[in-house]
């Protein structure tokens, strides 16, 4: 956000951390891919109840969960989306979450095409 270095944020998984991250382990990588893909559904529908239901500590717990794995996976633009939703989760201001939170979904859909890609 108002980053306008070099670097392009849109990137959607910035591989040469994901590689420190996972220490060029390949196998690891898709292995932590699969799981994601498995896994993010259900977190995102976590997330999107809590904001249905306007339920604020569950909408910080689900952020935070997802925003860790998104981080672990080095995936940067989902990871803030997922960290805004987490903060408006603590602060219970859930106003706009509704938005935010279809930007997460978008994300996490590009997401998970790059990592079909990629091979896992």
Known sequence: MGQHSGE??????????LNEIMDNDIALIKECFNDFIIEYPQILSDIKKAIKSQDASRLGTSAHKLKG?????????????????EY???????DKSQDIYINLETECQKLQVFMEAYGA
């Open 88 to 94: 408006m989760g603590k602060k219970e201001t859930l």
């Open 8 to 17: 392009k944020m849109d990137k959607i998984v910035d591989e040469t951390e």
């Open 69 to 85: 794995s998104l981080k672990y996976l080095a995936a940067k633009p989902a990871a803030e989306i997922a960290s805004q939703l």
